[in-house]
């Protein structure tokens, strides 16, 4: 899967081609991801699985388990999350995890 070429929007909004082939439905690309609730569980949950973390880490070369870690490591791993886990959710993943983080706002807001 060539990663190097960013999701480009299609004549539908809000779907993006993605990188690995097809069109996928309700996702965002990296820059805008980092606003959707979706993509920051993915990312908290992904950054939570210490395995994951150590096996990104030695295929890419990362230092983002230990003290060292720098900015790119982080941009890194946001990209990496984003391509093999955000961008590959199915469509229904999608539209639940986003409802629920919706709902869990507007519980807050009417709480708080």
């Known amino acids: 899967m060539d990663h190097a070429h960013p999701a480009q929007p299609t004549e539908k909004a809000n779907s993006y081609n993605h990188p690995g082939g097809g069109v996928m439905c309700g996702r965002l690309p ?4 980092y ?3 979706v993509f920051i569980n993915c990312l ?22 230990t003290s060292q ?7 890194a791993f946001s990209k990496f999350v984003h391509d093999s886990i955000y961008m ?3 469509d229904e993943a999608i539209h639940s995890l986003r409802a629920n983080a919706l709902a869990g706002e507007a519980g807050e807001v009417s709480h708080g």
Do not use: H, T, W
């Open 44 to 65: 908290s949950s992904a950054i939570a699985e210490p395995e994951l973390v150590e096996q990104f880490c030695r295929i890419y070369g990362s230092k983002l388990n």
């Open 88 to 90: 590959c959710l199915p």
């Open 69 to 75: 870690r720098s900015e790119d490591d982080m941009r």
């Open 35 to 37: 606003f959707d609730p």
């Open 30 to 33: 990296l820059s805008a991801a």
